[in-house]
């Protein structure tokens, strides 16, 4: 079952998918419900849609998943889930070589360490966001609606990405795992280097980790 959640907002697309089923959900709601102070994912995309806003009204170069581990690896101030969760991390930044038709850069945060992942809150759960790749084609506002869009970034980037969230599969604090991407939509009428007729849109994926696991496995498609 799929469940499609469009928020629209200025100079930006917001979609979340959420993959689920009843089984999956039944069986989710018997663990013990989270209690923390982590934000919550949505409010945590929304911040990231805005993060890939000003990465295309800035026009910033972007950084590479290398200075992303460096960054990672130096971090002073990661809190104690990090802590916990870090050497499954590390593997996890080793893994990210692979999503699909990305670009090889990724997008800055808006936080203070501006590394593009971190632990969020959703349906009581911990959920493993993991945000910045940036798509490398620009799509035709003119040809494509917002839907036609996010199905087609959904299908070149989001959903080979997901498989790079396999080494984190083995933690026991994460119960959902969600991919953020940004691409370009412009009208290409118009003069290609005009910010007035471009727009950074993003798009989000929340999965849980039973759906993954299986889909990874071959399981489901």
């Known amino acids: 079952m799929f469940n499609w959640l469009y928020l629209t907002m200025k100079k930006s697309i917001l979609t979340i998918l959420l993959f689920c089923t009843f089984a999956i959900v039944n069986a989710q709601t018997k663990k013990p419900i989270v209690k923390s102070s ?3 994912i949505n409010q945590a995309i929304e911040a990231n849609s805005l993060a890939y806003s000003l990465h295309v009204l800035t026009q910033k170069p972007g950084i590479g998943i290398d200075e992303i581990r460096i960054r990672f ?5 990661i ?16 893994d990210a ?3 699909g038709e990305s670009q090889n850069i990724f997008y800055e945060q808006i936080t203070e360490d501006k590394t593009p992942f971190g632990f969020y809150s959703f349906n009581g759960q911990i ?9 490398k084609y620009s799509l035709n506002i003119l040809r494509l ?25 083995r933690s026991a604090d994460i119960s959902y795992f969600s991919l953020a991407v940004g ?11 005009s ?15 039973s759906v993954l696991k299986q889909s990874l496995e071959a399981k489901i498609t």
């Open 183 to 193: 691409y370009i939509a412009r009208d290409f009428g118009e003069d290609e280097d």
């Open 127 to 135: 959920v493993f966001l993991f945000s910045g790749p940036i798509y």
């Open 38 to 40: 982590l934000p919550a």
């Open 97 to 99: 070589t692979y999503f």
């Open 145 to 169: 609606d917002a839907a036609e869009r996010a199905s087609k970034v959904a299908k070149d980037v989001l959903l080979p990405g997901l498989s790079n969230f396999k080494p984190l599969l």
């Open 79 to 94: 809190n104690s889930l990090t802590k916990k969760n870090k050497s499954l991390i590390t593997g996890f930044l080793s």
């Open 73 to 77: 690896a130096e971090a002073k101030n």
């Open 195 to 209: 910010m007035a007729y471009k727009d950074g849109e993003t798009l989000a994926i929340v999965i849980s980790k």
